[in-house]
């Protein structure tokens, strides 16, 4: 079934499989895109996905996190965009046209980066105080002028995604970023029209679609990220001061609210939903698989000059032998497949639009059981599609790939300072050979693995086989 085409709206997708928002740090340091960003989209479209939703791309300017990550806060970026989504569609397999969506999003108060520690990186709902998420020593609530020029943003930036030529655009309301921040009600303590009851909280996402409705017109395809439950409690974290009740501190939203929410955004217009789980990113619900320590090390030593509490982030992962900080980090992490699908199977027995499922989808069976059940329509996936690009062919042959990916989430733990790319060894020949091909997706013209030409699979050159 994975290999059967699909309609969402008036476009049409080639197969059942996209590949769900990564990306690296290939853009210029103004946010325009560049052709090692080309590059590493293309080897996608090469590898017959039905469709490419781009990594998460920055409505504001003064929040583009991470560094060197694509932007759209201007009309400036249009044209770039138009003339690389045209290149990377022309990379698409003859038997269909690979589809390009671009997601728009804010990071917020969890802003990843910065060139120096500036104030508009800690806003977002409420002020708190959070150890894992952002750099700033502590948010600070944005005022209705803050707000209303976020919904503008975000609807100028959906007006140049239709002008550059793309199938649709996405909008994050998960992850843990801005429009997730209003939602959760863990980190989301005001008062006013967008705080509170259930219906306030969303009151930022729904003028958000509102705007963005209107702006790119019926026709173009709309979609909306969700997190279907939000799991505060997950990754283990401090945010201070606690909320009452209890649940909101521990839990966040549940499917409860997250159905009810699904239910407005379909009346508001969105064309279908992309389903996943957890509140920040990476985290465990999101992202299952093993608890990426080393890559959150990196992360943490190399934005520890921001602020104070990034300082003392940064010496207590250095401080902790790894066996302790990973034991108590790492809780909650652990691999499972099709993480999220019973979570999108809830969701679209709410719904009459399509949806879409993402966590823990690699293995033929595993996609064709979701979509055979009715679960969702379509799968998302990241991790496998970068350690494999090349993944639908070896799944027409086979029900897994020859050199799985592995699920150790040291891609996304690192991309905010690192080149994006497989960090998992033992998937390698050799250290060696895993900078090569680390090197070669941020290299226009870099010769990926899976284009050369090998007699036996990296598996067994390795002699270290990934687990799934």
Known sequence: MLFEPFRIKNVEFGNRVLRSSIGGRMAYYDGAVSPAWIHFEKAFAAGGVAGIISATISVNKTRMSPLEYPTIYDDRFVEPYRDAVREIKQGSRKTHECRYIIQLGDTGGATHTSLRSQPDDGLTASSYFDVLYGYRNRTAAMNSEQIAQTIDNFKQAARRVKEAGCDGVEITAAKGYLIH??????????????????????????????????????????????????????????????????????????????????????????????????????????????????????????????????????????????????????IGWKFEPAANADHAAAIRRAVNIPVIANGGFQDKDVINGALEAGKCDMVAMARPLLANPDLLDQLAVANSPDNPCSFCTMCCAQTAVMPIGCYDECRFASRDDMMDQVIAWSSPGGILPFEKSRKKPLREKAGNKGTT
């Open 181 to 330: 921040q209003f939602l959760n009600p863990g980190t989301n303590r005001r008062t006013d029209e967008y705080g509170g009851s259930v219906d306030k909280r969303f009151r930022l996402l729904e003028q958000i679609v509102t705007e963005v409705r209107a702006e790119v017109g019926p026709d173009f395809l709309f979609g909306i990220r969700l997190a279907a439950k939000d799991f505060n409690y997950l990754p283990v974290n401090i945010r201070w001061p606690p909320v009452w009740p209890p649940r909101h501190y521990f839990v966040g939203n549940d499917l409860a609210e997250t159905t009810y929410y699904a239910r407005k955004l379909e009346a508001l217009g969105v064309d279908y939903l992309h389903i996943d789980c957890g509140f920040g990113f990476p985290n465990p619900k999101g992202s299952p698989g093993r608890y990426p320590g080393d890559g959150f090390k990196s992360f943490v030593n190399a934005t520890r000059y921001l602020s104070g509490k990034a300082e003392l982030r940064a010496i207590l992962f250095n401080l902790f032998p790894a066996r302790i900080r990973d034991l108590l980090f790492g």
